[in-house]
């Protein structure tokens, strides 16, 4: 037996008599092998869910099985995403898309914090070029900016299949670059990434400091924008707050629309949790969607790996999903999350308490000294703290604008590094101790 077909049919009927119909349907079936090369199996899955249920609960009786037919054999887990990519040198003439299927926006949840980036994603993805160009979305990790990206790419690509979509982490675009000048094949990676429809580059933040690579891009930015090409860039920050950007490259990423996305609050973690467990085939009670969502506040890949923590117990422990079962699959993280999270309000309250001034008069438009340093206080802890975007703490503000917060910031951090006002600072730490308390 060494054909890979038969190898991987051997497998499947031997772990169907071990795993309940459920779980062999779900997440041993949906595995594709890849190859079978010195002794070590490969295999394909589709979501890190499926990835962490074999290496929980199925890998070593799989692993035993291969090696009832091939000694010291060993088993590999790859998802989609890692699975390795091509040089620039030896794409020549392909159409590079990289697109994850599963990321579209049905599949994606709208809330408040994203509502208008999502907006933002469905024009472009349906006028690509004519609007919104380049459409920059920016906000912490894990809150689905890269889910939108790929929604973009997918439902272009659906329109039209013949698009040139081109999908890349700015790293991707640093070494294919890298790659172009060691095989001195500049003008082919050049071709490659301006002659596409869509271009969509994902962290564009690591781009900074790389000289050489930020002269390239921003030709080929340009060479794209006047050709009427759609660019999508994401990023953790504003390309204002990028350190390092140069100025006409912060100029162009702001010429087309900047969005950002915000951590989800409740209602939308709850809704996030339902559709992953629908789609996972979870049986799951609402409560218990409920608990998890006000114990994982962070971020939404960590909200989904709650979830599949919670399966895991579920399956591990033959017991139904309860909020008891939850309890006690996520003490472990809730005891380390169990500190709240600081919001702007929280801020506002503190500062208003220590400077005497109430939170309508840090919201207002009075410039007076005993007011304008508080509110610029507030601004720059509620930026080191909470990690809001600065047009979220604007509007938080009385609907300043991200300048104005941003001032703010700089402001009270020159008082801080010249410590030019000691009784200042004294009460600026006072603030954020009782805050992080």
Not at 195 to 208: C, G, K, T
Not at 239 to 267: H, K, M, N, Y
Not at 305 to 325: M, P, Q
């Amino acid at each position: 037996m060494n054909h890979l077909d038969d190898i991987w049919h051997y497998l499947l009927v031997e772990l169907k008599k071990l795993f309940t119909k459920g779980m062999y349907e779900i997440y041993i079936e949906s595995a594709k092998p890849i190859k079978f090369e010195q002794n070590c199996l490969t295999l394909l899955l589709p979501e890190m869910i499926h990835k962490q249920t074999w290496e929980n609960l199925i890998l070593n009786s799989a692993t035993y099985i291969l090696r009832t037919k091939f000694e010291q054999a060993d088993i590999s887990l790859i998802l989609e995403e890692q699975l390795p990519k091509q040089p620039v040198s030896k794409i020549k003439n392909q159409r590079r898309i990289n697109l994850n299927p599963n990321y579209t926006f049905d599949s994606f949840v709208v809330g408040s914090g994203n509502t208008m980036a999502h907006a933002a994603a469905l024009v472009v993805s349906q006028s690509p070029g004519t609007a919104y160009n380049p459409l920059f979305i920016y906000g912490g990790s894990g809150l689905g900016k890269t889910h939108l990206m790929h929604a973009i790419g997918n439902t272009i690509l659906r329109n039209n299949p013949s698009a040139n979509i081109h999908y890349v982490t700015s790293e991707t675009f640093t070494n294919d670059f890298i790659n172009s000048i060691q095989t001195k094949s500049q003008e082919e990676f050049r071709n490659h990434y301006r002659n596409v429809d869509l271009l969509m580059v994902d962290d564009i933040q690591f781009l900074a400091n790389k000289e050489s690579t930020l002269e390239e891009f921003f030709h080929t930015f340009n060479a794209l924008h006047e050709s009427g090409k759609q660019i999508v860039l994401t990023s953790d920050r504003l390309a204002s707050e990028i350190p390092e950007l140069p100025d006409r490259l912060v100029s162009r990423f702001g010429s087309g629309l900047s969005s950002d996305i915000t951590p989800p609050d409740l209602e939308t973690r709850t809704a996030i949790l339902r559709k992953k467990a629908i789609s996972n085939h979870i049986n799951i009670p609402d409560d218990t969607l409920n608990y998890i969502a006000g114990q994982v506040n962070s971020n939404v890949r960590d909200l989904e790996a709650a979830l599949t923590r919670v399966n895991f117990y579920s399956l591990t422990n033959h017991r139904d999903i309860d909020t008891n079962l939850a309890a006690e699959a996520l003490k472990d993280i809730v005891s380390v999350n169990a500190k709240r999270t600081i919001s702007i309000y929280d801020v506002q309250i503190e500062v208003g308490k220590i400077f005497s001034v109430t939170i309508e008069q840090l919201k207002g438009k009075k410039r007076n000294k005993d007011i304008v340093i508080p509110r610029q206080i507030a601004m720059y802890l509620s930026r080191e703290i909470t990690g809001n975007s600065l047009p979220k703490i604007g509007q938080e503000f009385g609907g300043k604008d991200h300048t104005t917060v941003m001032h703010a910031c700089d402001k009270i951090q020159q008082t801080i590094d010249t410590n030019s006002d000691m009784a200042l600072i004294k009460q600026i730490e006072q603030i954020r101790k009782k805050l992080e308390k």
